[in-house]
């Protein structure tokens, strides 16, 4: 992979401060590519009308393998488009090899600019490649997309919608009260231990199937956590918070061990040990103290182990990384965390994206670079391979640890 050719790391930290460098916070990770516009006066603007290079407050991205080959999803969520790479890309600025949810690389707008809901999208954000099957999160027309191989060609119709009963419904909950089959903003979408998780997030709640991806519309999940029952939708299930309940869960991620969710309006992760079979309480705590307090601490000293808006979340192996959205930085654990007799966690073991566990600056209040972040809403771990969703900055940009 080629380096960026962009502003260093070590010339940005020159320009902060004097004396001796600080302490290597970032656990081995660096940044190898940079996909979308090139930073201009320290900025990183996208472009008056899309192109097959650049892109608009990205919130999503997959980086995994298909049919033996590695590539890179995008959730161009400004576009209202997804980007596919068919292999990953090796060169910064690269364009995509398809756009999926407009008719070409340069049309722009919600519905295929208004020509079609069953082909178009209305910011997208979650995006996932499972098998041969892409799934995405068409957030604001309140569905998930199934198509049955990954696209190759723009302007393709999915071959299958969760949330809504066709193609042709867009509305929140399929029109009526909350139901099972129904969705409300689902932003995140993860294949956990073989069972399809879906965070819903306008309504309160994650859905999950045992048995994968559904075939049918109408195929109720067989499991519900943080709601009583499939008709409820109230904010922290209608009370005060707890280890049951979120206000906004964005994204799920885990492993044969655990099971996590990012609950981003309560600043927090919730960890279910095991894969739960009912509604439950989770085990563990991140970025908060307990499991009752939902502070928010604005632009105050972070530290390793407070969150603030946490909207994504990623696990491999035993490698857990998240994004503290607005904090502007990634996190890394190295193991997903054993919750003390309270079900509190350790914090993170690594930093991506601020000099140091205190900071939280856009940018690191300082010019666009390749090791910053602004806002960044979605990561995808594959090995030694770390690809951010740079929301803030209308980029994709891919780490690796060595």
Same mark, same amino acid.
């Given at each position: 992979?080629?380096?960026?050719?962009?502003?260093?790391? #070590?010339?940005?930290?020159?320009?902060?401060?004097?004396?001796?460098?600080? #302490?290597?916070?970032?656990?081995?990770?660096?940044?190898? %590519?940079?996909?979308?516009?090139?930073?201009?006066?320290?900025?990183?603007?996208?472009? #008056?009308?899309?192109?097959?290079?650049?892109?608009?407050?990205?919130?999503?991205?997959?980086?995994?393998? @298909?049919?033996?080959?590695?590539?890179?999803?995008?959730?161009?969520?400004?576009?209202?488009?997804?980007?596919?790479?068919?292999?990953?890309?090796?060169?910064?600025?690269?364009?995509?090899?398809?756009?999926?949810?407009?008719?070409?690389?340069?049309?722009?707008?919600?519905?295929?600019?208004?020509?079609?809901?069953? /082909?178009?999208?209305?910011?997208?954000?979650?995006?996932?490649?499972?098998?041969?099957?892409?799934?995405?999160?068409?957030?604001?027309?309140? /569905?998930?997309?199934?198509?049955?191989? %990954?696209?190759?060609?723009?302007? $393709?119709?999915?071959?299958? $919608? =969760?949330?809504?009963?066709?193609?042709?419904? $867009?509305?929140?909950?399929?029109?009526?009260?909350?139901?099972?089959?129904?969705?409300?903003?689902?932003?995140?979408?993860?294949?956990?231990?073989?069972?399809? @998780?879906?965070?819903?997030?306008?309504? /309160?709640?994650?859905?999950?199937?045992?048995?994968?991806?559904?075939?049918?519309?109408?195929?109720?999940?067989?499991?519900?956590?943080?709601?009583?029952?499939?008709?409820?939708?109230?904010?922290?299930?209608?009370?005060?918070?707890?280890?049951?309940?979120?206000?906004?869960?964005?994204?799920?991620?885990?492993?044969?061990?655990?099971?996590?969710?990012?609950?981003?309006?309560?600043?927090?992760? =919730?960890?279910?040990?095991?894969?739960?079979?009912?509604?439950?309480?989770?085990? %563990?705590?991140?970025?908060?103290?307990?499991?009752?307090?939902?502070?928010?601490?604005?632009?105050?000293?972070?530290?390793? !182990?407070?969150?603030?808006?946490?909207?994504?979340?990623?696990?491999? !192996?035993?490698?857990? $990384?998240?994004?503290?959205?607005?904090?502007?930085?990634?996190?890394?654990?190295?193991?997903?965390?054993?919750?003390?007799?309270?079900?509190?966690?350790?914090?993170?073991?690594?930093?991506?994206?601020?000099?140091?566990?205190? #900071?939280?600056?856009?940018?690191?209040?300082?010019?666009?670079?390749?090791?910053?972040?602004?806002?960044?809403?979605?990561?995808?771990?594959? !090995?030694?391979? %770390?690809?951010?969703?740079?929301?803030?900055?209308?980029?994709?940009?891919?780490?690796?640890?060595?």
């Amino acid at each position: 992979m080629t380096t960026v050719r962009f502003v260093s790391a #070590a010339a940005r930290v020159g320009a902060r401060a004097s004396g001796p460098p600080p #302490a290597d916070v970032t656990g081995g990770w660096h940044p190898d %590519l940079w996909l979308g516009a090139p930073s201009s006066g320290g900025l990183t603007l996208p472009s #008056a009308h899309p192109t097959a290079a650049w892109m608009y407050a990205p919130r999503g991205v997959y980086l995994g393998t @298909y049919r033996g080959r590695e590539i890179l999803v995008a959730a161009d969520t400004g576009n209202h488009r997804v980007m596919i790479w068919h292999d990953l890309p090796t060169a910064d600025e690269q364009p995509c090899d398809v756009v999926v949810g407009q008719p070409d690389e340069s049309s722009e707008g919600p519905a295929a600019g208004g020509r079609s809901t069953r /082909r178009g999208m209305n910011l997208p954000t979650g995006v996932l490649v499972h098998g041969d099957t892409l799934v995405v999160a068409d957030a604001w027309h309140h /569905r998930i997309l199934v198509y049955a191989e %990954l696209p190759s060609r723009p302007d $393709v119709e999915p071959d299958l $919608v =969760l949330g809504q009963g066709s193609l042709d419904q $867009v509305q929140p909950n399929r029109g009526g009260p909350c139901q099972a089959t129904s969705t409300y903003w689902p932003f995140g979408v993860a294949v956990v231990a073989g069972r399809f @998780y879906v965070a819903d997030t306008g309504n /309160r709640r994650v859905l999950g199937w045992s048995g994968g991806i559904p075939s049918s519309p109408d195929t109720p999940p067989d499991l519900i956590l943080g709601q009583p029952d499939a008709g409820h939708r109230e904010e922290s299930r209608g009370g005060p918070a707890g280890p049951n309940s979120f206000r906004w869960p964005h994204d799920v991620a885990g492993n044969e061990q655990w099971l996590v969710v990012a609950d981003a309006g309560d600043h927090r992760l =919730l960890g279910w040990r095991g894969h739960p079979g009912e509604d439950r309480g989770a085990d %563990l705590v991140l970025g908060q103290p307990d499991f009752a307090t939902i502070t928010e601490s604005p632009y105050t000293p972070q530290g390793a !182990g407070t969150l603030r808006f946490p909207y994504a979340v990623d696990i491999q !192996g035993d490698r857990m $990384v998240v994004a503290d959205t607005a904090n502007n930085r990634i996190l890394v654990w190295e193991s997903v965390p054993v919750p003390d007799d309270h079900g509190l966690g350790r914090p993170a073991d690594a930093l991506i994206g601020q000099p140091d566990f205190g #900071a939280s600056g856009e940018n690191g209040w300082t010019a666009v670079g390749p090791d910053t972040l602004c806002w960044p809403y979605g990561l995808s771990l594959h !090995g030694d391979r %770390l690809a951010v969703a740079d929301s803030g900055n209308n980029r994709i940009t891919i780490w690796s640890r060595r």
